[in-house]
C-alpha cells in the first residue's frame, strides 16, 4: 500500500518567515510533485522531481524553491512566505517512466501565512 | 495556454439522482485524461481514458471521451451521498510529467 506523508496538516507562519513542507513516499517513485489548491483554481502544479536532485519548474513556481536529495524526500521551500501564499499544498509521487496518472497523493497541508 | 474547464462549478442534488459533471479542454500534447475524487483529503483516482467514445465504468460511475470535441463527461446514477464530493479533471501531457487540472466540480448529495 503506497504511502505518501506530509510533515504537518496544518501551519500556521508570519509573513517573511522561511517555511519548509516536506513530503516523504515509500514505494521507490522516481516521480515527485508539490502542488498547490485554492477555491475555483483546482490543482495547480508548483514543482516536479524525475529523479535525485533534479528538478522542473511547473506552472507557479514564483516565491517557491524545492530540494530533492533523497529518492524518497521532496522539500518545498518558500523562503520569504507572503499572505498569497496561504494554500492547501499537496505533494504526490508516481512510479518511474512517462505514466503519471498513478499519482499517489499524500493527506495535505493547510498553510496560513499571517 | 493549456486550459481545462469543468461544469459546473457546484451541484446539489437528492439522493437518486443521476449527474452528468463535464470537463473540456485545450491542451497541446495530449496523452489521456483523468477523472479524481476528492473528499475530505487527497484527491483518489476513478479514471482514465485516453480514446475516444469508449466508455469507462465503475459501478454507478462512468465516464467518456471525445477527443474530436476535446471534452469528457462523468456520470454518476442513483446518486448517494457518500458520493459528495469535489470531482477534479486532469489532462496529462506527453513527453511531460505534469497533468493540468480543472477547478473541480463540487457535488453535494442530499437525503
Known sequence: DVKVT??????????????????????????MFWYRQDPG?????????????????GDIPEGYSVSREKKERFSLILESASTNQTSMYLCASSPPGQISYEQYFGPGTRLTVT | EDKVVQSPLSLVVHEGDTVTLNCSYE??????????????KAPTFLFMLTSSGIEKKSGRLSSILDKKELFSILNITATQTGDSAVYLCAVDKLNNNDMRFGAGTRLTVKP
Open chain 1, 6 to 31: 506530509q510533515s504537518s496538516r496544518y501551519l500556521v507562519k508570519r509573513t517573511g518567515e522561511k517555511v519548509f513542507l516536506e513530503c516523504v513516499q515509500d514505494m521507490d517513485h522516481e516521480n
Open chain 1, 41 to 57: 483554481l483546482g490543482l495547480r502544479l508548483i514543482y516536479f522531481s524525475y529523479d535525485v536532485k533534479m528538478k522542473e519548474k
Open chain 2, 27 to 40: 491542451v497541446t500534447n495530449f496523452r489521456s485524461l483523468l477523472w479524481y475524487k476528492q473528499e475530505k
